[in-house]
């Protein structure tokens, strides 16, 4: 059975989050984290339940830094769970988390809700100076200058 836009409505009041209800199909939240505020947005489409800040960081206009930062996501995507990274098409950076509506529990929803703020929280600094900082490396980079060992 899939869910409605009441029982989204059902499980923001359980969460306790403030948000609203901008139309039919989505609804709008946020919170303060450590480094910056950020505006969440669940849309219920269809099979699909999304939950997005957008944008999370501004496009980049220096190419070099838009290369460093894309490597960066998708090194991101690799090792977090839940979430992902995605560009918009005006090459902004969005943080995502995405469930089937057809059995989406209020469990999962916290579990959403909890991923995109741990995952904002953690990496907005890092992703913002990559997005707009030329001198700014990503810590993957770093890694690989690290001389190994391999004895």
Same mark, same amino acid.
């Given at each position: 059975? =899939? *869910?409605t836009t009441?029982? *989204?409505t059902e499980y923001f009041e359980q969460y306790g989050w403030m948000y609203e209800r901008v139309d039919e199909t989505d609804f709008r939240t946020?919170?303060?984290g450590d480094v910056s505020s950020f505006r969440i947005v669940v849309r219920l489409a269809g099979e699909w339940v999304y939950f997005s800040i957008a944008p999370f960081?501004? =496009?980049?206009q220096d190419e070099e830094c838009e290369r460093k930062l894309y490597k960066h996501l998708l090194k991101l995507n690799h090792e977090m769970n839940m979430a992902k990274f995605t560009i918009d098409s005006d090459n &902004?950076? *969005? %943080?995502?988390v995405e %469930?089937?509506?057809a059995a989406l529990d209020y469990s999962e929803f916290? &579990? =959403?809700l909890g991923a995109l703020a741990y995952y904002a929280d953690d990496n907005y600094a890092r992703v913002f100076a990559l997005a707009h900082m030329p001198e700014v490396h990503s810590f993957f980079e770093q890694e690989?200058? %690290?001389d190994w060992d391999t004895g």
């Open positions: 059975m =899939a *869910i009441e029982t *989204i946020g919170f303060r960081v501004v =496009a980049s &902004d950076v *969005i %943080l995502t %469930l089937p509506s916290s &579990d =959403a690989q200058d %690290l």
